[in-house]
């Protein structure tokens, strides 16, 4: 579980075991709730990943660790939502960005790495409306969370819940955009940079592409 991961990731995960120990020791139940389930979390990624024998880059796999602990721990342990306005935005802007990029991969998997299975436009637009569709799905979730055990999740209702859309719209499109660069073979690094190296990665995946 450990091998493999960067040295910030491993850190992490040792921090929040620690805060997650102690938290039973003094009976905080939801901290160690909140500390469990981070870390929890944080790994899944990992053993997924290890079950579909898919090879995810370090550098990805630290972002996606940072943002579970930015989402849960900081922003409802530390109140980050509350004592930052813009926290909100953050987590949503580089979980659609995220998601944008994971859209795109998975449909360029469908076609085994081949660039000219579809146009480039059309592959990343399924990749912006995956990208869309988990953040919809996410508000969803909130709706239901507050209307079913009168948490408040949605905060100020309508206007938080566009809000969010918009932001996840148009990270989601960053995300795709970095799909649609890379098949025009415009890889400039940073994003483009994440998906060539989960490519080199799993060349048994993307099988076209490698023999092209």
Known sequence: MFSGQTLLTRLIWMALGLIALDALVTREWSLAFIALATLALSMAPVVVAR??????????????????????????????????????????????????????????????GDRYAAPPWAVAFFAFCFGLSIGTLWEIFEFAMDQSF???????????????????????????????????????????????????????????????
């Open 51 to 112: 079950w579909a024998e898919i090879d995810v880059p370090p550098s990805f796999l630290t972002a996606i660790v940072i943002f579970v602990g930015a989402t849960l721990f900081a922003g409802e342990v530390l109140d980050f939502y509350e004592r930052f306005w813009w926290w909100d935005i953050a987590m949503h802007a580089g979980s659609a960005i995220g998601f944008g990029l994971i859209g795109f991969v998975l449909v360029f998997m469908m076609f085994q």
């Open 150 to 212: 009168g948490m408040n999740m949605q905060k100020s209702g309508l206007m938080d819940t566009m809000g969010d859309l918009i932001i996840d719209m148009i990270g989601a499109g960053l995300g795709a955009a970095s799909g649609f660069a890379y098949l025009k073979g415009r890889a400039y690094g940073g994003f483009t940079g994440v998906i060539d190296e989960f490519i080199r990665r799993n060349p048994r995946l993307f099988r076209r592409l490698r023999d092209k």
